[in-house]
């Protein structure tokens, strides 16, 4: 899996949109880019995945740029809830390949939201 | 949605006994399962990948012998401690994916052990 670089931290204020920058310049053509999230003492939680075009959910969105090396994570309207470490792995996702494939996770983003 | 769950939520044991920690897919099967393990301040590490019906495995450097792991059926992974010091208090996550679907892998709450 390709390797990602994130910001060690991050803070925002409640009521604006967090954005969570991930640079992935080594992504080859048949690997996604995945968000999942990590609050304190509890398991990961999916948040979105792309391939190259921007996506949306009820959670957030994912914009990717055309050349693919980079993402950003975007909570348009953060609460105090979404404090938590944020995780960006780039894989090539399941539905692609036969059998299970394991997620490695890297240091990711420990976005506090402030009040 | 799918919801993987463990139990116990937290566990304390006394240094040299063995603790066992269940993973279970409430409505889904799951023919895998993984377990990660998480330091303080730390990422989630893999430690293995549990098959169920077949022997687990493992990533480099975590002991076959000391984490056990037993996927007896499609819903239930067990990771057993053996003998457990201090140095494996940690936090122990598993997470299953329901293999019939294009959905992704759900996580447990995690299960926080604390050797004594």
């Known amino acids: 899996d390709a390797k990602t670089t994130q910001p060690t931290s991050m803070d925002c204020a409640e009521g604006r949109a967090a954005n969570l920058p991930c640079n992935h310049s080594t992504i080859s053509g048949n690997e996604y880019v995945y968000w999942y999230r990590q609050i304190h003492s509890q398991g990961p939680q999916y948040i979105i995945h792309?391939?190259?075009n921007n996506e949306t959910n009820e959670m957030a969105s994912l914009i990717i740029t055309e050349d693919r090396k980079s993402s950003t994570l975007i909570l348009p309207h953060a609460t105090l809830r979404d404090t938590a470490v944020y995780y960006c792995i780039v894989r090539v996702p399941p539905f692609l390949i036969q059998g299970a494939q394991k997620l490695v996770f890297g240091q990711g983003t420990r976005l506090t939201i402030n009040p | 949605g799918a919801v993987v769950s463990q139990h116990p939520s937290w566990v304390i044991c006394k240094s040299g006994t063995s603790v066992k920690i269940e993973c279970r897919s409430l409505?889904?099967?799951?023919?895998?399962m993984f377990w990660y393990r998480q330091f303080p301040k730390q990422s989630l590490m893999l430690m293995a990948t549990s098959n169920e019906g077949s022997k687990a495995t493992y990533e480099q450097g975590v002991e076959k012998d000391k984490f056990l792991i037993n996927h007896a059926s499609l819903t239930l992974s067990t990771l057993t401690v053996t003998s457990a010091h201090p140095e494996d208090s940690s936090f122990y996550i598993c997470s299953a994916r329901d293999q019939g679907s294009n959905t992704e892998a759900f996580f447990g709450q995690g299960t926080r052990l604390t050797v004594v």
């Open positions: 792309g391939l190259k």
């Open positions: 409505d889904f099967q799951a023919t895998t």
